[in-house]
């Protein structure tokens, strides 16, 4: 079973000396990229620019989104609109619906709760890659292990002090 995911340094509380909390702040420096070109692509729907955009100003706050995730947040976006929208739709029409047939009528249940589901999925997917749960976030961390040059315990026996 593998060990509890890495904290970002400036929300871990654990006990960690300065040299390893400069350590993590560099390599979590290391992995930003630039954060110019996260702008909501033109095939968005209003309301899916709109929830791009708020997402974007939140994510901006703590720095954690950059240029490479344009992708899962236009995906996410657009998902979010087509839920609302067949929520909408659902709260027209009902989850169950009837079906008018050639000698008689049935009910089965509606279609657009179907589709709902599936973009469910994809909200959910979505916002676990950028991180958009707290308990996501913490995951984004990835641990590297710095090198440490071991002394060879031979080599104190082949140095002369003088």
Do not use: H
Not at 35 to 59: G, I, N, Q, T, Y
Not at 136 to 162: A, I, M, Q, W
Request: net charge positive.
């Amino acid at each position: 079973m593998p060990g509890r995911p890495r904290k970002v340094v400036s929300i871990s509380t654990g006990k960690i000396s300065k040299e390893e909390k400069n350590a993590r702040k560099r390599q979590e420096k290391e992995l930003k990229l630039d954060r110019d070109a996260l702008v909501a692509p033109s095939w968005l729907s209003p309301r899916a620019v709109e929830e791009f955009s708020r997402v974007a100003a939140e994510f901006a706050k703590i720095d954690i989104l950059d240029n490479l995730d344009l992708p899962t947040l236009a995906i996410y976006a657009d998902a979010y609109d087509k839920f609302v929208t067949l929520k909408e739709r659902l709260d027209e029409e009902g989850d169950v619906i009837t079906v008018e047939g050639a000698k008689s009528s049935y009910q089965k249940v509606n279609p657009a709760l179907t589709a709902q589901s599936i973009y469910v999925d994809r909200i959910y997917k979505a916002s676990a890659k950028l991180g958009m749960a707290t308990t996501d976030r913490l995951k984004l961390v990835v641990p590297t292990k710095e090198e440490k040059k071991e002394e060879n315990p031979y080599f104190r026996f082949l140095s002369v002090d003088g």
